[in-house]
Each structure stands twice: as structure tokens, then as C-alpha cells.
């Protein structure tokens, strides 16, 4: 069992490349220079070769690009809006804390002052908003993860793959968020503001009548701040749990996986993953939900108002939303995969050029 746990500890997702290349098992003549050589290790490329799957298309292709963002669009649209009754708990909950004191508590005053249909609330800008938001997350990411993919070239490609993950990641994430940005603020309003709107129809007009543009788009930033180490983190972290957990944890390569089996694996790293996700975005979340309330607020003023116990309000909430929320859109966006029959590439694995530039292999 603490052997398990001192190679799970050695998988740290964001492990320099001198120090993978160690965790990879690839051990070099100064690492061991006495010892025998151990058992060849079972190439995952060949066992993946040996099942040939007939795909809809090639990786890379426009179609490709196309069904990811399709899976983007169903996986965010629909998981953000199963949850919008405790998504609208949890922004009160930033609010106003002194009225809405915990989850249970906010679930009570809110059924009781606007009974079910209150848990409803911005439903419609969720929906739309986190579609369009799906479709860039998703579709750019696998976009720039092929450009800068090609601009490294195959070996740095893999030596600095958890950077690599980061900076697709977070350039997908740059657009999705000014895609997001309006239908966040009126779901906010609706949400968070008592009397002001209870549907988008009446909310969108509203906003532009008293603010013009600006209304929609002066969260852009705070969103930023929060939805960018959120992705960020989900994707990186995803991307390395999964290659952790079939290096150490499932007993067969993936190849021999059944597509259940994986859909599991993708479903537990992406649990993971989003408990992370919650922890480092929730400050820049408190700061969203205050300032697309108020009018005439800036970040900043709202960040020195709210101060540093302010912006964990609600965090437990979040991590249970986001927790859940990030396990099922992976899963929805592996599955749209299978389902479309797009090319899903096994965990990276060491390049032969670079084996034998290392002296790993003859």
C-alpha cells in the first residue's frame, strides 16, 4: 500500500521533465549503473495498434474540431444548468451572507420566500451562457493543444506536456469567457437581485437600458480571474490524473480497456480535477457574483469590501457543484467521443527519438 502511495506521490502532475523521464521507468546508465536491466516494459502504442478502431475522422481535422466543440456545448449546457438551484444558493450566499448562512439555510429561505419554481431562477442564461462558453473550452482546447503540439515539436511536446495543458487550457479559456461573460451577468442579476428580473426576456433589456454594454461585459475580467486557473487547473490536472491513474492504479493499459472502464476513469479524474478547480477559482467567483449585483462596482472596491474571509463564503457549496460538475462534463465529453467515434489518443508515452537520444534504448 506505501509503495502505491509513494508512486502516486511521484506523479505529481506538475513534475519537471528530468524528473518524468525518472517516473517513467526509463531509468539511464548513471541512474543504475550496477543493476541488472529489468523487465521490458509493455509498449501501450503497440497493444493500442494491435485493435485497430475505424474513426468518423482524423485528429486535427475540421470535423474533429467541430464534434469537440459539439461535446462542449452538450457536457457545459446541460451539467450547469442540472445545477442552477444550488449555483443560485451559492451566489446568494456571496451576497448576502448575514441572510444566507449555509447551504441548508439558503435552500430554506429560498423555497420559502419563492418556493420551488424560485430554485429555477436563471435558468436560460445559464444555459446559453455555459453552451457557448462549452463550445470554446472545449473546441479551442483541443485546437491549441494541436498548434502548440506542432510549434514544440513531438519531443518537447512531451517533455512539457503539463505545460502544454496550461497554456491550451488557458488561451481556450480567454475566448470562452468573453463568449460567457453577458449571459453571466443577467443570470446574476436574476439570481441575486429580489424584484429585478425572473427571466432573461426581462433582464437583457433592462440592463442595457441602464448601463449599455458595459452591463454585460464589466465582469470580463473577474471572470478571467476565476475561470481561467479554473481551466487551467481542470484540464492540466485532469490530463495528468488520468495518465496517473492507468500507470498506477488500473491494472491493464487502456487499450485492453473496455470504453465503460474508461468512461470510469475519466469520470474519478475528473472528480479530482474539480476539487481543485473550486478551491483556486472560488475567490474570483465571490468577487463575479458581487460585483454583476451591484452597479457602478469595480473588482477591486469589491475585493477590499469582501476581504480575504469574504471570498471563501459558500466555498463548500462550490466545491461540491464543481466537484460534481467537472466529473460529469468530462464524462459527457468523453462519451460524445465515443459515441461520434472520434480519435481519443492513449496517455502520452515517450518518444523513440528521444529514447535513444537519451541512451535509453539501442
Not at 419563492?114 to 457557448?132: C, E, N, Q
Not at 470510469?264 to 475528473?270: D, K, L, M, N, Q
Request: glycine share 8%; aromatic share 12%.
Amino acid at each position: 500500500m506505501f509503495s502505491s502511495v509513494a508512486h502516486l506521490a511521484r506523479a505529481n502532475p506538475f513534475n519537471a521533465p528530468h524528473l518524468q523521464l525518472v517516473q517513467d521507468g526509463l531509468a539511464g546508465p548513471r541512474s543504475n549503473p550496477a543493476g541488472p536491466p529489468g523487465p521490458p516494459r509493455r509498449s501501450r502504442k503497440l497493444a493500442a495498434a494491435a485493435v485497430e478502431e475505424q474513426y468518423s475522422c482524423d485528429y486535427g481535422s475540421g470535423r474533429f474540431f467541430l464534434l469537440c466543440g459539439l461535446g462542449g456545448i452538450i457536457s457545459c449546457g446541460t451539467t450547469h444548468t442540472a445545477l442552477v438551484p444550488l449555483d443560485l444558493v451559492k451566489c446568494r450566499m456571496q451576497v448576502d451572507p448575514q441572510k444566507y448562512k449555509g447551504i441548508f439555510n439558503g435552500f430554506s429561505i429560498t423555497l420559502k420566500e419563492d418556493g420551488v419554481r424560485g430554485l429555477a431562477k436563471g435558468w436560460a442564461p445559464t444555459f446559453i451562457g455555459y453552451s457557448m462558453q462549452g463550445l470554446c473550452k472545449f473546441g479551442f482546447y483541443e485546437v491549441f493543444k494541436v498548434l502548440y503540439s506542432n510549434m514544440l515539436g513531438e519531443e518537447n511536446a512531451y517533455l512539457w506536456r503539463t505545460s502544454l495543458y496550461l497554456a491550451a487550457s488557458a488561451s481556450a479559456e480567454f475566448f470562452a469567457d468573453i463568449a460567457l461573460a453577458p449571459m453571466e451577468a443577467a443570470k446574476v442579476r436574476i439570481q441575486t437581485q429580489p424584484g429585478y428580473a425572473n427571466t432573461l426576456r426581462d433582464a437583457a433589456p433592462k440592463m442595457y437600458k441602464e448601463e449599455g454594454l458595459k452591463a454585460f461585459y464589466k465582469g470580463v475580467a473577474p471572470l478571467w480571474m476565476r475561470q481561467i486557473p479554473y481551466t487551467m487547473m481542470k484540464f492540466a490536472c485532469f490530463e495528468r490524473t488520468v495518465e496517473a491513474l492507468y500507470k498506477f492504479v488500473v491494472p491493464k493499459p487502456r487499450s485492453e480497456c473496455s470504453k465503460p472502464e474508461q468512461l470510469v476513469v475519466t469520470f474519478v479524474a475528473g472528480y479530482i480535477a474539480g476539487v481543485f478547480c473550486a478551491i483556486v477559482s472560488h475567490p474570483a467567483d465571490s468577487v463575479v457574483s458581487v460585483l454583476n449585483k451591484e452597479k457602478g462596482s469595480s473588482a477591486s472596491l469589491v475585493l477590499q469590501r469582501l476581504g480575504f474571509r469574504g471570498v471563501w463564503k459558500g466555498l463548500f457549496a462550490r466545491i461540491i457543484m464543481i466537484g460534481t460538475l467537472t466529473a460529469l462534463q468530462w464524462f459527457i465529453y468523453d462519451s460524445v467521443k465515443v459515441y461520434f467515434r472520434l480519435p481519443r489518443p492513449p496517455p502520452p508515452e515517450m518518444p523513440e527519438s528521444l529514447k535513444k537520444k537519451l541512451g535509453y534504448t539501442q
